[in-house]
């Protein structure tokens, strides 16, 4: 009995060796055919992929395909007869007597799908490759790389690692991915993905055939409209255009990794999805397109879409829309029109325009040799040439120029490029005098640098001398540290585990220096991984003073900065994180407003004030914020008011600038008319920023495009016209009935904050006294006649506004950017 069961056991041990043996070949020869319902399949050597036959979700057709072997959840990457299902089990594959592939059906009569390579030879046989490629080659032909055909050829809707999407120019051979129509569903939907063949080629998604989302050209390091983190722990990606190919192709930095790309056309995304091994699931990595703005041609014709603002659609500087009362009615078509008609025959001028993606290239011509001087000439040449730019960002060489209307731009305050826009040449000829301007803006706004300096130096030394004790620290500012021992350093790898790899998901939002990460640290402390993918212009040692700096200051009102991370170029600043996410969610928001009463506002207000008051005057770098807005203003978990983004006006743009570019950090709708006009910033441009914030959290309204049906006042024109009629309280809505106590409180903070956007610095009290003001009962004095109260000034966007997060260049603007 025993002998008989131990006999069974080992023969269907031998049945299973023997079963393996067979049902786990990756090669396909003449003699053999794969049935289906029968147990061979083809598995690829390292046991990844597989392919045989299947049904797709809860249809009954047959098809075959190549899925990943080694996951548990059925995700196919391949079909073969996509647009020719079998109705029933009776399909089988095999080699034909031409070498070729076919899949046949009803008993051997119907052919359902052929490989029909023209190439086939008699001794072809078949492979299903690790990277999930099956192909047909010589039997002889080993490893040659040279295949008869292959499925890589023929992408259904997946992009592996190592696949082409793109042209063979050769054999005019265009490898496009389309999406499935439905889950049950394999064949070509309308949803498509590859290579536009221009001279200046791009990546082009496609909804029937109508452009859906453009990439925007390769400029040597990525596309002109790709994603903004250059950091990528992933894979790595290339654009070749050699003359013979076309294509876009991606591999992985680390190959135990399984991911692919894919097309859905249930969203209209392409996605990139990531396999997480823990978890057993499909981790979505990316999609595109990400927002609005990735809408093909949302804008019109030298329209801008702008994500930060409202609407997003801007002409783009010195530009008006064409048909303005379509473009205000949000029907942005028509697009715009230059202020000053072109004047070709007297010769035209070019303005450079930066930050943005390139517009459509259908009409565009390159060459690659061409340096940026030769490539202005020839645009100019041609009345009909309209722009020209680089193709190689990074040499800052190669000639495009393009013909007729520039459409599909948007702007990416942290990683567009420039272009040279064809003026008028009253236009282009008034950039040299605003550049005179500009130069007058910078020297005097130094020597205002300067004085304060000095103060600051000289307040400095009289702390020291008073207090006595502190010179060691105070040194160490001065001079800075000599080791990084003091610089808290996370590893790129600690970062790159704790956000899940800069997971899609894990994404917080985009700033204006690049995307926040979420993330949680090995010992489950959680964290914002703010990434840097802009230059911020200063050496290493700088920016490790920087975070020195920055790390050591700590106030219960301000965001902590746990440290950074630095990894080649790329540049990581690490803070804790803020479960309830920024104070903007809540105030400007109908529902979430609502769990803020007015004692939780007014204690925000307060908590505010005092972390300025830290900045402005107790920490030790007397930090000027200048960019403080609601969405800097984040809340913990008790909903107390941390600032964050402080000191980064230091680090970016900071006095510096950085080739031809002078950066400007500030916000439109909190900017105080010294700062917009004459770019003089000080702690008084802080207060006034704060005043306009305390405005907004008072009334739940938006400084920014703010409007009201009686008038055309910005948000503090309307708070001023209520306070001279005697009514402030009619800035909230609704007055919660709550006591009078709590309207003498709301009348004191409109009255602070009214005092804080007065016209003129001086005029303005200093954050010490807005917190002794908030605090106390005395009377407080009058406000005088506030800064922008009117409608029209600068921070109304009027057809030609210019972005939120004002990183521009000098030489497209004139009385509207603001140099330091
Ligand atoms: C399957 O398709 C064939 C034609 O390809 C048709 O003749 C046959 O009737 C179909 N069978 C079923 C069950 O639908
Ligand atoms: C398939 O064809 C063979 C001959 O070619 C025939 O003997 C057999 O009965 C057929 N089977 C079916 C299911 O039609
Ligand atoms: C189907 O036809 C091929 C030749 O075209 C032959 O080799 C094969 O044996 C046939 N199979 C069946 C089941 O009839
Ligand atoms: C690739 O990833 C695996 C698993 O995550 C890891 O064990 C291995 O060290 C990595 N290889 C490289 C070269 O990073
Ligand atoms: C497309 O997206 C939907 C919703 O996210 C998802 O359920 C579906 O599986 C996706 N399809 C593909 C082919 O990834
Ligand atoms: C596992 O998946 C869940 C959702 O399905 C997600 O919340 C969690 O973060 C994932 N864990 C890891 C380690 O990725
Ligand atoms: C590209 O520019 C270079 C240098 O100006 C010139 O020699 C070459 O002929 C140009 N090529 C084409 C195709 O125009
Ligand atoms: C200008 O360029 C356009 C588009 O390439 C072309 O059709 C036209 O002939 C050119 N005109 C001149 C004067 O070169
Ligand atoms: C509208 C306008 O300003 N047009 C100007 C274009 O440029 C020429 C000189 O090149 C001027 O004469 C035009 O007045």
Redo the contacts with the bound molecule.
């Keep these: 009995m025993d002998t008989l069961s131990s006999m069974l056991i080992i023969i269907a041990n031998l049945l299973l060796l023997f079963s393996r043996f067979c049902n786990t070949a990756n090669t396909l020869t003449l003699s053999q055919s794969i049935r289906d319902g029968g147990t061979r399949t083809l598995v690829s050597k390292d046991g990844s992929f597989e392919l045989g036959f299947f049904s797709p979700g809860s249809s009954r057709n047959r098809y075959v395909g190549i899925w990943y072997k080694n996951i548990p959840v059925r995700t196919v990457v391949w079909v073969a007869n996509r647009n020719n299902p079998i109705n029933d089990s009776s399909g089988f594959l095999m080699l034909d007597n031409t070498g070729n592939f076919v899949l046949v059906s009803n008993n051997n009569s119907t052919v359902v799908w052929s490989s029909n390579s023209k190439k086939a030879a008699q001794s072809a046989m078949g492979e299903l490759q690790d990277s999930g490629n099956l192909v047909l080659r010589d039997e002889k032909d080993d490893n040659s790389g040279i295949y008869l055909w292959q499925s890589f050829d023929y992408p259904s809707d997946t992009l592996l690692p190592g696949m082409k999407l793109g042209w063979d120019l050769r054999i005019g051979l265009d490898r496009r991915l389309s999406a499935w129509k439905s889950p049950d569903d394999p064949s070509s939907g309308d949803f498509t993905w590859g290579t536009q063949l221009q001279s200046n080629p791009e990546l082009v998604m496609w909804k029937g055939s109508k452009k859906y989302y453009r990439s925007g050209p390769w400029n040597g390091i990525g596309f002109s409209g790709g994603l903004a983190l250059r950091i990528n722990p992933v894979f790595y990606f290339d654009f070749v255009d050699d003359g013979e190919e076309v294509y876009y192709t991606y591999n992985l930095k680390n190959k135990s990794l399984i991911t692919r790309i894919v097309m859905n056309q249930t969203t209209y995304f392409r996605q990139r999805y990531t396999w997480n091994e823990i978890n057993q699931t499909w981790v979505l990595y990316a999609t595109v397109p990400r927002d609005y703005c990735d809408t093909y041609n949302l804008c019109g014709a030298y329209g801008n879409c702008i994500m930060s603002q409202s609407p997003v659609c801007q002409c783009l500087e010195k530009f008006t829309p064409r048909s303005p009362e379509s473009w205000n009615s949000m029907d942005w078509s028509k697009g715009c029109v230059r202020n000053k008609p072109l004047d070709c025959q007297k010769g035209d001028g070019f303005v450079k325009y930066v930050g943005l993606k390139l517009p459509d290239a259908t009409n565009s011509?390159v060459n690659k040799t061409m340096n940026l001087k030769e490539c202005r000439s020839k645009c100019l040449q041609?009345c009909?040439?309209m722009a020209y730019t680089a193709t190689n960002i990074k040499e800052r060489s190669g000639c495009a120029v393009w013909?007729g209307d520039l459409i599909d731009i948007r702007q990416f305050p942290a990683a567009g490029q420039e272009i040279y826009i064809r003026m008028n040449a009253s236009e282009s000829k008034a950039k040299a005098a605003s550049n005179i301007k500009m130069a007058v803006g910078i020297a005097l706004s130094i020597s205002v640098v300067c004085g304060m300096l000095l103060v600051a130096y000289y307040i400095f030394k009289r702390k020291a001398k008073l207090i006595g004790g502190n010179r060691e620290e105070n040194d160490q500012i001065d001079s800075g540290p000599k080791e990084d021992l003091e610089l808290p350093l996370f590893q790129f790898t600690t970062i790159a585990k704790a956000t899940n790899g800069f997971s899609f998901n894990n994404k917080l939002g985009e700033g204006g220096f690049g995307p926040v990460y979420k993330g949680t640290l090995e010992d489950g402390q959680e964290i914002a991984a703010k990434t840097l993918s802009r230059s911020s212009g200063q050496g290493l040692n700088e920016f490790k003073n920087e975070v020195i700096l920055i790390t050591k200051l700590q106030h219960r009102n301000l965001v902590k900065l746990l440290g950074c991370c630095i990894q080649g170029e790329e540049k990581i600043l690490v803070y804790e994180y803020m479960p309830n996410k920024s104070l903007d969610s809540f105030i400007f928001d109908q529902t979430r407003g609502k769990l803020l009463d007015w004692s939780k506002r007014f204690s925000i207000i307060c908590g505010i004030a005092r972390g300025l008051l830290y900045l402005h005057q107790d920490s030790r770098l007397r930090i000027v914020h200048r960019d403080l807005k609601a969405s800097n203003v984040l809340l913990d978990k008790d909903m107390n008011p941390k600032i964050s983004d402080f000191g980064l006006a230091r680090m970016f743009g900071g006095d510096q600038t950085e080739g031809n570019t002078t950066r400007v950090v500030g916000t439109y709708g909190y900017m105080a008319p010294e700062y917009a006009t004459d770019g003089l910033f000080s702690v008084k441009s802080d207060v006034f920023s704060f005043g306009i914030l305390m405005l907004e959290i008072i009334s739940g309204k938006k400084s920014r495009g703010f409007c009201h049906p009686d008038h055309s006042l910005s948000l503090i024109g309307h708070a001023w016209r209520l306070w001279k009629d005697g009514k402030p309280l009619g800035l909230i809505e609704a007055f919660p009935g709550e006591s009078c106590n709590l309207s003498e409180v709301i009348m004191r903070c409109i009255n602070i904050s009214l005092l804080c956007v007065q016209q003129h610095p001086d005029d303005r009290p200093s954050m010490a006294t807005v917190v002794w003001m908030l605090g106390g009962e005395n009377t407080l004095p009058q406000p005088k006649e506030p800064g922008f109260f009117k409608g029209s000034g600068p921070f109304r966007p009027s057809s030609s506004s210019k972005n939120t997060e004002l990183f521009s260049n000098n030489e497209i603007t004139s009385s509207l950017l603001y140099p330091r």
């Design positions: 011509w041609n009909s040439c013909f």
